[in-house]
């Protein structure tokens, strides 16, 4: 049952592409050029209407699209990745509670400033919602950083699909206007996640070079 995972840089596609680096397993990546507005094309939209990356095809299931989803579903199609507690549901619906919140709201608040024709008409309105994003960012880590661990990772001592999904989010606080530097466990676990060889190889094969802080 072969994978697919269609990606861009700089976004939250780099989350799955980790995840599956970390799995040890094969799969194809293909690269859409947003930039170019490929997403926006027919032949792309044929495969996920949302036009929106990350999408994995799962040979013989069909598509799946949203961050959280599809790390989930790596999670529990290689369980012996160790990448989620899917054998005890409360542990994975922290997991799912924690994918969840960086899906909906801190993703969501990154996006008003990029992306606020989504939610608005009139520039005045679209450039209050920019100007609004590193407040909305930094309170999103406040709460972050408050909930995080004494332990390495976002779970603690293990591991998880958490992991790739918060550094992804936390590399774009630099363009958002907020100093990774005002929260030590957030930062340590940026510095920590840089060392890892799956998330170097997904660096290097997501064309992925988002400056940050």
């Known amino acids: 049952m072969s994978l697919k995972l269609y990606h861009a840089p700089g976004t939250c596609a780099l989350a799955p592409l980790i995840a599956l680096e970390e ?8 690269w859409v050029d947003t930039a170019a507005g490929v997403q926006r094309q027919p032949e792309y939209l044929a495969l996920n209407p949302k036009g929106r990356v990350p999408l994995l095809a ?48 801190v993703h969501v608040a990154h996006a008003h400033g990029r992306r606020g024709e989504r939610w608005a008409d009139d520039p005045a309105a679209i450039e209050a919602m920019r100007r609004k994003v590193p407040q909305t960012m930094a309170e999103c880590f ?3 950083e ?16 958490c992991d790739p999904y918060l ?29 890892r060889p799956a998330v170097i190889r997904a660096l290097v094969l997501g064309h992925d070079t988002v400056a940050r802080a």
């Open 58 to 105: 799962v040979e013989g299931r069909g598509l799946l699209s949203e961050t959280p989803a599809i790390l989930a579903y790596i999670a529990q199609r290689f369980p012996e990745a160790r990448l989620g507690p899917v054998d005890d549901p409360f542990a994975w619906a922290q997991v799912q509670s924690f994918n969840s919140y960086l899906c909906a709201t």
């Open 142 to 144: 406040d709460l972050i």
């Open 146 to 161: 408050a909930g995080l661990p004494d332990g390495p990772w976002v779970m603690g001592e293990d591991y998880s699909i």
């Open 23 to 30: 799995a040890n397993v094969a799969f194809e990546a293909v």
């Open 167 to 195: 550094y992804t989010i936390t590399r774009w606080l630099a363009g958002d206007g907020v100093e990774v530097a005002r929260y030590p466990k957030v930062q340590a676990h940026l510095l920590r996640m840089d060392g």
